[in-house]
């Protein structure tokens, strides 16, 4: 029996070579798409899901009430993680970790390395085992270093590394370090890397900073006993809030600062480990959100649908063809479940090819997939037994229903309106124009996406960042020298050459160069009585002239002045907070012998990236601080020489350290990633879809012509021109793409608004970008269809009647 069922569906597959040849194409094409897009959704829902520990590991934050309202303060000050695990209870681990780019030297190799600073707790929070080595503490020796295989391999090739000594470049000296461990690699979906890991007592601000509260720079991670809750943590820190935050809190209630809803001017909260990647702080509270991942899975099942609802269009309008055939095995006695099987049957093996097909397919293309969306993920992540079990059961689920519902329609056929060959047409078309509606809505939904996703990104990359970011290099100063060596030695290399227009130095990047790097520094003091908060920059000379930052008033730094290591050059939102009328008569006391003084003053600029509105910012000249970038502006004609005579002179000067140089506007590029790649995945979606939506409509506009043959030629008899039959023939069709474009254009204007309130510039939306996504889907549908329309309204009208 079984084996009849599948001979008679493979025979009558073959009998409908186009139809079968469309479903099977459409199919394959969805499911190559969708398992593509799955792969790289739960590939970035499964970020730091490996920890053995994930469900209770946080990172801890503070919100504090200022001013200008709740604000968010993640880094913490070097005495807090091991005071606060004393006085709190609830605490079971805590660790600190700072994360810095190190000279890592072994003989004659010398590399820069990702090095993070932690506490022995860490092992036991964090899953990232010890393959090799001293295996309960690896670093209980203040000289001890871990090692990941990559690293170990990278520095020794295949030695056995235990017990070598490497150096780390400190403040003033090479330091050595013994590996007494070597970790096994971190996994793709790790949001914490690190090449080694040392003890946070060997960091170059521990000393300095080891009972000062008011030096921020690291992270602190913590795992509660079991059975306290966040809520609880909270409740339990306002003591401890209320003795080391004093000050803060006092300065609150000096500036009249309002308290929050639980009577706090400082809160110490918690947000979950695993949802670092996705959350986001607003109004001075962590909050989580994976609408990214979320969004690529269902742009997999609406393309998934799609697919779908051609199979069951095209099964439904084909069945009518099928109808007497139907009525002759009732006739023989078929029962109704009979024929369902033997329906069903057809629909799973053409589904069951199409998997295959999909499959083999999006093998094919993972690579180039993963290349074009930036996504480590890999059938493996399918491989999980959650996921198959839900991969299966969404597979049974769209036969079922895909292939189930054209066979149990036609097999509930009365057996004497089958052998007439009629079928209920009002409830089948109805059906038929529901579904063409949602598919061309989604399709509408999508092209309005990509609109407004490249429409954001080409405002922001064209957007004046207030500096040249066309026209200068930043380079990462990662070598051994220190920096200001480094830089006297650049200069002196360059200062000949005529592609070098200037050359500066500054403790922080723009945008994301290609080391990844940067960091904050903030600072808060008390001015006339109230508090002040500040970014801080240490600058070189000509950084100002260098990236051609605008002086609204006074002047820049000046090498012929030399008060100018008291002076300070602010933007004009710190000019603000001042609130003098001259910001040029400020005069700052940090304490009580030094002075600073405001020399000049710059037009804001965009120094935090596109998603933030501009902060007040302060310029220094400290020697005390290090710079860890220097910027080259170049000669705009000569861009291709001038970059690569830098490298040449970086190579001389720090022969060991690789080359990192970026032009801002690539940085800035950087810090669009992710927008960049949401709309690759939008844009191919509405082009799967789109496809997809026009092979179900050639389809059903093939069979719809065809059934109306008759009709065709009594019209053409009778005067009917050809525009009008044409006319007559597409109107059904384009009002269900109209009707789409009402319905879709609400729904996308309304999420593009809710998408477009992460950024402080964005573009104002208006009607033109949804009519156009309407229009693209109208043209597409007329042309679709046209061709079919067009030949059936040409052709002879006695050929079609003596046919019909």
Partial sequence: MIYNYFKIALRNLWKNKVFTFLNILGLSVAFCVATLLSIASLNNLAEDQFHTNKDNLYKVYATEQTSKGPEEVSSRSTPFAPTLKDEVPGIKKITRHLEENVV????????????????????????????????????????????????AKLLFGNEDVIGKTILLQGQDAKEPFIISAILKDIPKESSMGFDLLVAYENNAYYKQTLDDWSSRFHSVYLQLDEGVTTQQFE?????????????????????????????????????????????????????????????????AILI??????NFINMNVAKGGQRLREIGMRK????????????????????????????????????NDFQTLFRTSGTFGTLLSPEILSLFVIAIILITLIAGGYPALLLSKL?????????????????????LIVIQFSIAILLISGTLVLNKQIDFLRHKDLGFDKSNVISIPLNGSLDSYTALSRLRNELQSE???????????????????????????????????????????YDYIETLNLELVAGRSFDRQFAT????????????????????????????????????????????????????????????????????????????????????????????????????????????LRREKVLTKIITSGSIVAILLSCIGLFAISMIVVNQRTKEIGVRKIVGASVPGLVKLLLSDFLKLVVLAFVIATPIAWWMSSKWLEDYSYKITLNLGVFIIAGLIAIIIAMLT??????????????????TE
């Fill in 235 to 299: 409740e339990r820190t306002r003591a401890f809030v209320a003795q080391y935050y004093r000050e803060n809190i006092e300065n609150a209630i000096r500036d009249g600062v309002q308290k929050d809803a639980n009577g706090q001017y400082y809160q110490l909260r918690l947000f979950p480990y695993v949802d670092s990647v996705f959350t986001k702080f607003k109004g001075g509270i962590a909050k989580t959100s994976r609408i990214m991942p979320y969004l690529i899975l269902c742009i």
């Fill in 104 to 151: 890592v030297s072994y003989e004659d190799k010398e590399l820069q390395l990702d090095v993070s600073y932690i506490d022995p707790d860490f092992f036991e929070m964090f899953s990232f085992p010890v393959i090799k080595g001293e295996n309960t503490s690896p670093l209980s020796q203040k000289s001890s270093v871990a090692l990941t295989q990559e690293t």
């Fill in 331 to 366: 006739t023989l006695g078929a029962t109704k479940s009979q024929l369902f099987i033997q329906l069903w049957v057809e629909s799973l093996f053409v589904f069951s090819i199409s998997i295959i097909l999909g499959l083999l397919l999006g093998y094919a293309l993972l």
């Fill in 498 to 540: 005529p592609e070098i227009l200037s050359i500066t130095a500054a403790d922080n990047n723009l945008g994301s160069g290609r080391d990844g790097s940067g960091y904050m520094s903030i600072s808060g003091f008390d001015y006339e009585g109230r508090s002040i908060k500040t970014h801080n920059l240490t600058v070189d």
């Fill in 564 to 671: 100018d290591s008291l002076a300070m050059v602010i933007n004009e939102t710190m000019a603000k907070e001042y609130g003098k009328e001259n910001p040029l008569d400020v005069v700052v006391s940090f304490d009580d012998s030094i002075r600073y003084k405001v020399i000049g003053v710059v037009k804001d600029y965009n120094f935090q990236g596109l998603k933030k509105e501009v902060e007040p910012l302060t310029f220094y000249l400290d020697p005390n601080v290090g710079y860890y970038y220097a910027f080259a502006k170049i000669n705009p004609d000569k861009a291709v020489g001038a970059y690569d005579k830098i490298e040449k002179a970086w190579n001389k000067i720090e022969p060991e350290a690789t080359f990192l140089g970026s032009f801002l506007d690539e940085n800035i590029d950087r810090t």
């Fill in 304 to 309: 998934l649908f799609i697919a779908s609802v």
């Fill in 414 to 434: 009365g057996t004497l309106k089958a052998l007439k060959g009629k079928m209920e047409a009002r409830d089948s078309n109805r059906l038929r124009n529901t």
């Fill in 785 to 802: 269809i046209g061709y079919k329309t067009m030949h059936a309204a040409l052709q002879n009208p006695v050929k079609s009647l003596r």
